[in-house]
């Protein structure tokens, strides 16, 4: 089953706008809204006492590397204060009028609590996040059960083999690839399939040029204040 994909923006600030402010942190949101997305992604993981906060990598601090899912929200406020809880951050995206593509960052253990306390605080924060994307097809699963109404996006570095039956499994609209191994012919392939585009991560604006002109529906940037149209 192929879900709809949604209409995605051409410009999606990456990690808020990474390339302009520290990345997935409020300060990332006023630089990508002043820079003219509509949109921006974010990643989201668990703290020690299961609050969705906003981090990439699974250890925080460049010194110490405590793992985020060891550490409570307040203990990582504290010790960078730039993270941020995923509540914070949907209710500046909303009045900043941004909308969201979170992704569900799954390498630790518990996915499925993962997702759903992001679920919840989701429903706190209507018409705010418009995509859940991830790498992990146990998540876009469990998204697809806690947050049914929000459309999915299967992340991959590179299209695998059966990339159809992946994507039909957790009924994702949107295959999301890294720029270096999206080609003409993929993309031609999955909108025949029914499927939208997205490219990671794209700097340049002659490449994101390019990419449109493929029919990629949307490219993401650190650089929105470059990129965007």
């Not at 879900?3 to 990345?23: K, Q």
């Not at 097809?137 to 590179?158: E, G, I, K, S, W």
């Not at 392939?189 to 939208?196: E, I, L, M, S, V």
């Amino acid at each position: 089953m192929t879900a709809e994909p949604p209409d995605l923006p051409r410009v999606i600030g990456h990690r808020g706008a990474a390339g302009l402010a520290p990345a997935n942190t409020l300060a990332g949101l006023h630089a990508a809204a002043g820079a003219g997305c509509r949109w921006v992604e974010l990643d989201v993981r668990l703290s020690a006492d299961r609050v969705p906060v906003l981090h990439h990598d699974r250890a925080v601090g460049a010194n110490t590397g405590h793992p985020v899912a060891t550490r409570t929200a307040a203990e990582l406020a504290r010790a960078d204060g730039s993270v941020a809880t995923l509540d914070a951050a949907l209710a500046e995206a909303g009045r900043l009028r941004l909308g969201v593509n979170l992704e569900i960052k799954a390498d630790d253990d518990d996915v499925d609590a993962l997702v759903a306390r992001t679920a919840a605080v989701v429903a706190g924060a209507p018409n705010v996040v418009e995509l859940i994307s991830g790498f992990c097809d146990a998540a876009l699963a469990a998204a697809r059960r806690h947050v049914p109404a929000v459309p999915r996006a299967l992340l991959m570095q590179r299209p695998r083999v059966s990339w159809q039956d992946s994507v039909s499994a957790v009924a994702a609209g949107t295959l999301t690839m890294a720029d270096g191994f999206v080609t003409p012919a993929f993309v031609a392939a999955a909108r025949r399939a029914g499927f939208a585009v997205s490219v990671y991560t794209v700097n340049d604006p002659e490449r994101a040029r390019a990419l449109w002109e493929w029919g990629v529906s949307a490219v993401f940037t650190d650089r929105p204040d470059r990129v965007c149209p």
